[in-house]
């Protein structure tokens, strides 16, 4: 008896400190299986503690009872253990075996049949869960090979041991035995399940660690953190891409020795100094980091203290969002936002220059052409012809400052046509030679199958004049000068500067010099109207502007690329033109100062171009009637219309404006031409400074031979 009871206090120690191993780490860990193999170990102890009180006093209905019942609880614990750890569903009908056998151990317990009846069904119960969870330990893969076989050999043996326990207790020694046997196999199964929990952990661990590396190297963002020394001791695919090298081979080395012998800026390990120190995360607004092919690239950093895992040493770990789209197209903005305010400026001053345009260009007409007409009345030798050919030089050069004012701003009215830019460099090549003196080169490169474009060739001539003037003065010491023309396929990355063109077929016009070049200062302003880099008194400041807006008036684009001390090139690209007509054939020129006997119809609103226009037409033989607004020229035009050949007038004047005279008179006689004649015509005949089709124009201010011409041109038209 007392070897019993003895065995039976080892059996139940064991037990117990099982139990409350397995309990503590169910509340540590909160497992569900580690939960319910606790529950087993209690009620173990719970069986046990019967099983030395049973031995100790007289048995009795009730401690029989729960002794046998702990037994059916236990393998119940048993197998919902198996089947947590193994994800598996208990199946329905244990349960319902569980009853009979409850059953029998009460009737059992209070009749007191033989041990052998009143345990065998229980411990068969619980024989077969630890048979049934060796088979489940045996098939899992979630572990290692050896741990696998030992689990199940253990499992099976403790299920054999409670199979035969019945059996073996029937005396003292089967008693001694049984309990011996089963407190060392109790060791081993409580040993076991605690090492395939640690493997379960360390698995775990294991898939966590390969699932947070892999979402880590999904982030397109770099992540990464370094020692004191700048080492990489964790980084993502992200990093390893930027540096153009296997993730493996970041660890352990610097972001210098990936671009090309680069030292690593100093300020980066400072910053990761003072951080450490704070011991708080700190954002970095930007950071400048090289790639392997040496491209820049800037950064928005977070970074915090780090200690990676089984280290003590001290690093910094950082979250590193790529920001160089985002500056790139802050600097794209940036263009933009100036291109937006050059060109509010030119529409500003396009604006006060189109308000002063009109009247000034009624002065000039007024100069110019009673100027011309006195000089036409005397003799070279008189005396007041210096002066008046110092007025029409005057004159000339104040029709020249209107013209560019409104060519900049694009308010000048222009006759596009097709116009060949070869024609137009053989037209200007004698000039341009004697322009730029004889200390520059000059080089022309013409594209022998130049494509033709739609322009007003005057404004062509006047872009490409300016633009030599221009190279011509970035060469005080003398020089090159390289005038090319090309066809050119533009496509999307060429038209990057320019939002509003379209890819397609472009004729290219460049002025390349070698001479001083313009630094960023200056680029950012060479097209504003009146900035000039020239001393005062030698330069107006309207080049540029006027090669600018004449060129986007003519639907061209412009473009440059410049250095300091490396010269200046200027692209101009105009869209192919579609039509086939002979773009080279130019309108004679006619020598003498054509006459004429018709009659015409003169309407003007200004006092002094009407007297100086009635000269010019009296002069060349015309008859004419004359009117000083729209609505007194319809009126003489209803009187006389059947005798009217030609109806010259000005755009803009009061009560009614020239395009409406002309659309009412020319309704009621249309045998009657018409001429309009203006300094600024606001959009009336024409869109955007662009004439419309089959309208006949001459802009003020004129000359009287100018008149002339235009007059006969217009009249045997």
């Excluded at 020249?400 to 000048?412: E, G, I, M, P, V």
């Excluded at 060429?494 to 397609?504: C, E, S, T």
């Excluded at 869109?687 to 006969?712: C, M, S």
Aim: aromatic share 10%; proline share 5%.
């Amino acid at each position: 008896m007392e070897m019993v009871t003895q065995a039976i206090l080892v059996s139940w120690t064991t037990t117990l400190i099982a139990a409350l191993i397995y309990c503590y780490l169910y509340f540590v860990y909160r497992e569900r299986f580690i939960g319910f193999f606790a529950a087993f170990w209690v009620l173990y102890t719970v069986k046990l503690a019967f099983d030395l009180t049973i031995e100790l006093t007289a048995p009795n209905f009730f401690f029989l009872a729960i002794n046998h019942l702990s037994v059916i609880f236990m393998g119940y614990a048993a197998l919902e253990t198996i089947n947590a750890y193994a994800r598996l569903k208990t199946w329905r009908p244990v349960y319902y075996f569980a009853f009979p056998m409850v059953v029998w151990i009460l009737f059992t317990s209070r009749y007191h049949p033989t041990v052998t009846l009143l345990t065998w069904p229980a411990y068969l119960y619980c024989a077969g869960i630890f048979l049934y969870t060796s088979v489940i330990f045996f098939r899992q893969k979630d572990y290692s090979a050896f741990l696998k076989p030992v689990t199940a050999v253990v499992f099976f043996t403790w299920g054999g041991v409670q199979l035969a326990y019945p059996f073996i207790r029937s005396d003292m020694t089967g008693s001694v035995f049984g309990y011996s046997a089963a407190s060392v196999i109790k060791l081993f199964v409580a040993l076991s399940v605690l090492l395939v929990y640690f493997e379960k952990i360390r698995k775990d661990l294991t898939d966590s660690d390969t699932r947070l590396r892999q979402i880590i190297n999904l982030v397109p963002h770099h992540i990464y953190a370094k020692d004191l020394q700048g080492k990489f001791i964790l980084a993502n695919e992200a990093v390893a891409r930027t540096f153009d090298v296997p993730l493996a081979e970041l660890t352990g080395k610097t972001e210098a020795e990936f671009r090309r012998g680069e030292i690593e800026p100093k300020t980066l390990r400072q910053d990761d100094h003072e951080i450490l120190q704070s011991g708080k995360a700190e954002a970095v607004a930007e950071e400048v980091v090289l790639d392997a092919k040496g491209k820049t690239h800037y950064f928005q950093t977070t970074k915090i203290p780090y200690t990676a895992l089984n280290s003590d040493q001290p690093a910094v770990l950082s979250v590193a969002i790529d920001i160089t789209d985002r500056k790139q197209a802050e600097k794209e903005n940036a263009r933009l936002q100036d291109q937006l305010q050059q060109a509010q400026k030119l529409e500003a001053v396009g604006q006060l220059a189109g308000g002063i345009a009109h009247d000034f260009n009624n002065l000039l007409t007024g100069i110019a052409g009673n100027v011309e007409l006195s000089l036409m009345e005397i003799e070279p030798e008189h005396p007041l012809a210096p002066a008046l050919l110092d007025i029409k030089h005057a004159s000339e050069r104040a029709e020249a400052l209107t013209r560019q004012l409104l060519a900049f701003s694009r308010k000048q009215l222009i006759q596009p046509r097709l116009v060949n830019l070869n024609q137009i460099l053989d037209n200007l090549a004698k000039m341009l030679g004697r322009v730029i003196g004889e200390n520059i080169e000059l080089k022309m490169i013409r594209e022998p199958k130049l494509q033709a474009i739609k322009a007003d060739p005057s404004q062509l001539e006047q872009v490409l004049l300016n633009l030599v003037i221009n190279a011509r003065d970035a060469m005080p010491e003398g020089g090159r000068l390289i005038i090319e023309t090309a066809n050119r396929r533009l496509n999307g990355q060429h038209l990057k500067n320019f939002p509003q063109a379209r890819p397609g077929n472009y004729v290219q016009l460049s002025v390349t010099d070698n001479g001083i070049g313009m630094d960023e200062a200056v680029q950012k302003h060479i097209f504003e109207p009146f900035f000039t880099t020239k001393p005062k008194g030698k330069g107006t400041g309207l080049g540029l502007s006027t090669v600018y807006g004449a060129t986007r008036q003519n639907g061209g684009l412009i473009d440059f690329v410049s250095a300091p001390g490396k010269g200046t090139t200027f692209f101009l690209y105009f869209p192919q033109a579609d039509e086939t007509e002979d773009p080279l054939a130019m309108p004679p020129v006619k020598k003498n100062l054509p006459t004429g006997t018709e009659t015409i119809l003169l309407a003007e609103d200004d006092p002094l171009v009407l007297d100086m226009t009635l000269k010019i037409i009296k002069h060349l033989g015309y008859r004419v009637h004359y009117a000083r607004n729209g609505a007194e020229a319809l009126a003489l035009g209803e009187k006389y219309g059947s005798s009217i050949q030609l109806l010259m007038t000005d755009v803009i004047m009061p009560l009614m404006n020239g395009k409406e005279l002309a659309e009412r008179l020319t309704k009621a006689f249309p045998h009657i031409k018409v001429l309009f004649t203006s300094g600024y015509t606001d959009d009336v005949i024409g869109h955007h400074g662009i004439l419309e089709d089959g309208i006949n124009f001459l802009p003020k201010p004129f000359t009287p031979r100018l008149l002339a011409q235009k007059l006969r041109e217009e009249l045997d038209s």
